[in-house]
T-cell receptor, first 116, second 110 residues
Framework: NAGVTQTPKFQVLKTGQSMTLQCAQD?????MSWYRQDPGMGLRLIHY???????DQGEVPNGYNVSRSTTEDFPLRLLSAAPSQTSVYFC???????????????FGPGTRLTVT | GIQVEQSPPDLILQEGANSTLRCNFS?????LQWFHQNPWGQLINLFY???GTKQNGRLSATTVATERYSLLYISSSQTTDSGVYFC????????????FGTGTRLTIIP
């Protein structure tokens, strides 16, 4: 199993550009999520999904879009990048029962994004 | 929402020392995990421990769910233990999200 994979590892964007951060998992997990980590802070939830076709907002969703067309993939889109979106982005997945996530979550290696 | 507090915020120890990291949370939880974020930024799963005690080599963890805290013990510290340790929980109440504490930065000096 590759676990949770993320691409790219590093990205530099100019203000106003758009891009998609890719996340994939091969563990057949229903639950997937995106977090951002800013210096000196813990991780904050951006968006999450409890299954294909279902997404919901987390703590800091503004400026980000997601979709979940398959169980394996959960891309995160930045429509118009801003310097405030400079951060490290982590994708995670876990087993889920009826939308609950009382199971161990696994994290990808992260994408370091800089917006100038 | 649920509050997660970790202490101490920073810890500097000599190699070989033992340490205890604490995580307090404000509501009952159905998921609690400890992670180690290494100097390269990777998040490594240490323990999934919503209750009880677990051990893995030099590391062990105990969660007392009724008293809303968890402890991570590191014995005979090595320089590779350096990094930030995060506690993260899922509340029994409210939306399904993993809420992170702000971490304990551990530095092991050779």
């Amino acid at each position: 199993n590759a676990g949770v994979t993320q691409t790219p590892k590093f990205q530099v964007l100019k203000t106003g550009q758009s891009m998609t951060l890719q996340c994939a998992q091969d563990m057949n997990h229903e639950y997937m999520s995106w977090y951002r980590q800013d210096p000196g802070m813990g991780l904050r939830l951006i968006h999450y999904s409890v299954g294909a076709g279902i997404t919901d907002q987390g703590e800091v969703p503004n400026g980000y879009n997601v979709s979940r067309s398959t169980t394996e993939d959960f891309p995160l889109r930045l429509l118009s990048a801003a310097p405030s979106q400079t951060s490290v982005y982590f994708c995670a997945s876990s087993y889920s029962e009826s939308g609950t996530i009382s199971y161990e979550q696994y994290f990808g290696p992260g994408t370091r994004l800089t917006v100038t | 929402g649920i509050q997660v507090e970790q202490s101490p915020p920073d810890l500097i120890l000599q190699e070989g020392a033992n340490s205890t990291l604490r995580c307090n949370f404000s509501d009952s939880v159905n998921n609690l995990q400890w992670f180690h974020q290494n100097p390269w930024g990777q998040l490594i799963n240490l323990f999934y421990i919503p209750s009880g005690t677990k051990q893995n080599g030099r590391l062990s963890a105990t969660t007392v769910a009724t008293e809303r805290y968890s402890l991570l013990y590191i014995s005979s510290s090595q320089t590779t233990d350096s990094g930030v340790y995060f506690c993260a929980v899922v509340s029994n109440f409210g939306n399904e999200k993993l809420t992170f504490g702000t971490g304990t930065r551990l530095t092991i000096i050779p």
